[in-house]
């Protein structure tokens, strides 16, 4: 194949597949598609067993903060969860390792634009599965149920698309919401990607979400140049969308005001981030990686996750990992503003925000950003390394 249409379209498949959440192969662990995505490119793509060696400080930070959550198991609640964890901590290392190795042999130019072709089918078929969901339920939002990119929940039929819980597809979303906003006006296929994610993002209903896209833009209009323009063209864009929604869409209002009620006391949330909070009083070095699950249901007879990585980190690494984590958060936000490419700290932004209602201390998403970060960090480095010669 013509190696102009083989590498773009091999690149679109890659970024796809961190997006198919809900497609998996159970096998003591969930095989998905990104899993395979990746070291099919890798050998596809670098025709030699070469892995990029250099790391940034906040890769660093981030396996100083992996090994110091790892070492917990040596005295965890439950060792077999935490060997669970840590095992597949190793794959995601050697994924990242091979998926960073990989994006190297790739231009700018064709990451950002494959990038692009990956969210409008991202977001194409979660409209189409979700519509499918709505069709097949008949209106009737009762029960709570998963219907194809349909979930029903609380009487709210909520959009999952690809991926298996709305509050996640928000989360993941937002790197196609300010992808578009920055290649806006130099790439055409941007304009109905934006309009396609903003629509998705609304039909979530997740309010966690709908707070960590606005703390988002926040942050994309403190890291423009222009930023009165940019405030009165954002500010523009909300009011124009709240009052079409409000004109033609009486009942998404109704939906949003219902799903913000329920929501008053966390989801269930609160009960649990004080379980936590305790849990960390009592064991200030951590119980384990992965235990908080087991040990929650066992002295607080909890059913949930904390659904709060920060508390996570706390509760089951300990004050010493979590101290390691907030050193690799910083780096990263910092690295993240002082690159070029401006969608990059909005879309951190947003999902240190998400972290908040959100267990999801490294997983496929993660793992994009840090490899794009570390890609187009490497191509600035290359164009100053040019300039300056």
């Given at each position: 194949m013509n190696k102009n249409i083989f590498l773009p379209l091999l690149c679109s498949i890659l970024f796809l597949s961190f997006f198919l959440q809900a497609y998996s192969l159970y096998i003591g662990y969930h095989l998905k598609f990104f899993m395979i995505m990746i070291p099919l490119s890798y050998i596809m793509i670098n025709n030699s067993l070469y892995l990029d060696s250099k790391l940034y400080l906040h890769e660093k930070l981030l396996l100083i903060t992996i090994i110091s959550f790892s070492s917990t198991t040596l005295y965890s609640y439950n060792i077999s969860s935490s060997l669970r964890m840590v095992f597949g901590l190793l794959i995601l290392i050697i994924l990242y390792w091979m998926l960073i190795s990989t994006l190297k042999a790739i231009s700018k130019n064709i990451i950002l634009r494959t990038l692009l072709y990956a969210g409008i089918i991202f977001n194409i078929s979660s409209i189409l599965l979700y519509l499918t969901g709505l069709i097949i339920s008949n209106g009737d939002f009762t029960q709570r149920a998963i219907i194809y990119g349909l979930m029903i929940e609380r009487n709210t039929?909520?959009?999952?698309?690809?991926?298996?819980?709305?509050?996640?597809?928000?989360?993941?979303?937002n790197i196609f919401i300010f992808l578009s906003i920055f290649y806006y006006k130099k790439i055409s296929i941007s304009k109905p990607l934006l309009l396609l994610a903003i629509i998705n993002t609304l039909l979530t209903f997740s309010i966690g979400g709908y707070i960590a896209l606005f703390f988002g833009s926040v942050g994309l209009i403190f890291h423009t140049k222009n930023k009165l323009k940019f405030l009165f063209n954002t500010v523009s864009i909300i009011c124009i969308t709240l009052l079409t929604v409000y004109i033609f869409f009486p009942q998404y209002i109704e939906q949003v005001q219902h799903k913000v009620m329920v929501s008053l006391d966390g989801s269930g949330r609160f009960k649990d981030w004080g379980s936590a909070l305790m849990t960390f009083y009592d064991n200030p070095f951590g119980i384990g990686i992965f235990t908080f699950l087991e040990y929650n249901g066992h002295f607080y007879a909890g059913t949930h996750y904390t659904h709060n990585t920060y508390l996570d980190v706390l509760v089951e690494g300990g004050i010493i990992t979590f101290l390691f984590y907030m050193l690799f958060l910083l780096s990263f936000l910092r690295k993240s503003y002082s690159n070029s490419n401006v969608f990059l700290f909005p879309v951190t932004i947003a999902i240190l925000i998400s972290f908040l209602s959100l267990s999801a201390?490294?997983?496929?998403?993660?793992?994009?950003?840090?490899?794009?970060?570390?890609?187009?960090?490497?191509?600035?480095?290359?164009?100053?390394?040019?300039?300056?010669n």
């Open positions: 039929p909520r959009l999952i698309g690809t991926m298996t819980d709305p509050n996640f597809f928000s989360a993941y979303n201390f490294l997983n496929e998403y993660w793992l994009l950003i840090l490899a794009l970060l570390h890609r187009l960090s490497s191509c600035e480095l290359n164009e100053k390394t040019l300039n300056s």
